[in-house]
């Protein structure tokens, strides 16, 4: 590929991934303690089930790519060695940079990815958890959830992979939906405290991935 293209597809996808850390932000800058209120769900068990989730993950992903190593590939592929996330590859990419200014970039970057993530979190849980109570439509949403990833560059073999935890998170939509109805409280509150929970698993799982990658980076610098 020419590398003024290249460099222009990654312009291009920094820009991108600024504007949707940005954006959950601004759209949220009078709710900031929803990132308080997500945080202090966090707790040791959650952290624990998030590692198990993390692992079927790769798991699934490791076995998929012995199959063929087309799963392995992802748009992303086209712009970044190795692929990737499109929301944050470009950015960490920053890291290998000559100029200091430039590399601390990814950190700023990282900060305000890690206070936008319950938001964006929040939006995903609403768009494919709410309502959502029977196992025939929680394995459709679960398959979309997953595969919808795939829009962002990641490999094929983690979109599918991905399925998983959209399924554990419906899990404890589910779960926790049903242990509020049973306290004979209104469907809506019981609803909105099951989207609480699971956008909080979600956050985690999301941040426990960028604290990773970040680690990586940081590494290979």
């Known amino acids: 590929m020419n590398v003024w293209l290249t460099l222009a597809i990654q312009i291009f996808a920094i820009g991108i991934a600024l504007f949707n850390?940005?954006?959950?932000?601004?759209?949220?800058?009078?709710?900031?303690?929803?990132?308080i209120l997500v945080?202090?769900?966090?707790?040791?068990?959650?952290?624990?089930?998030?590692l198990g989730i993390i692992a079927l993950i790769?798991?699934?992903?490791?076995?998929?790519?012995t199959l063929t190593p087309y799963f392995g590939y992802g748009w992303a592929n086209l712009i970044a060695k190795g692929g990737g996330n499109i929301l944050i590859t470009p950015v960490f990419s920053a890291?290998?940079?000559?100029?200091?200014?430039?590399?601390?970039?990814?950190?700023?970057?990282?900060?305000?990815?890690?206070?936008?993530?319950?938001?964006?979190?929040?939006?995903?849980?609403?768009i494919f958890r709410r309502g959502v109570h029977t196992w025939k439509e929680i394995t459709?949403?679960?398959?979309?959830?997953?595969?919808?990833?795939?829009?962002?560059g990641i490999p094929v073999g983690i979109g599918i992979a991905l399925i998983i935890p959209g399924f554990f998170f419906a899990y404890i939509y589910r779960k926790?939906?049903?242990?509020?109805?049973?306290?004979?409280?209104?469907q809506k509150l019981a609803r909105n405290e099951a989207i609480l929970e699971s956008t909080a698993y979600h956050?985690?799982?999301?941040?426990i991935f960028i604290i990773y990658v970040l680690i990586i980076c940081i590494i290979n610098i």
């Open 39 to 50: 945080w202090k769900r966090f707790r040791l068990l959650m952290f624990i089930q998030i």
């Open 176 to 186: 926790t939906y049903l242990k509020q109805v049973s306290k004979n409280i209104t």
């Open 21 to 35: 850390v940005v954006k959950a932000l601004y759209d949220n800058r009078n709710n900031f303690s929803f990132i």
């Open 58 to 65: 790769y798991f699934t992903y490791a076995v998929l790519i």
């Open 95 to 126: 890291f290998n940079s000559t100029l200091y200014i430039v590399r601390s970039l990814p950190s700023l970057f990282i900060f305000a990815f890690l206070l936008s993530l319950p938001f964006m979190a929040r939006l995903e849980e609403n």
């Open 203 to 207: 956050t985690m799982m999301n941040t």
């Open 140 to 152: 459709w949403r679960s398959i979309v959830f997953g595969l919808m990833h795939l829009i962002i």
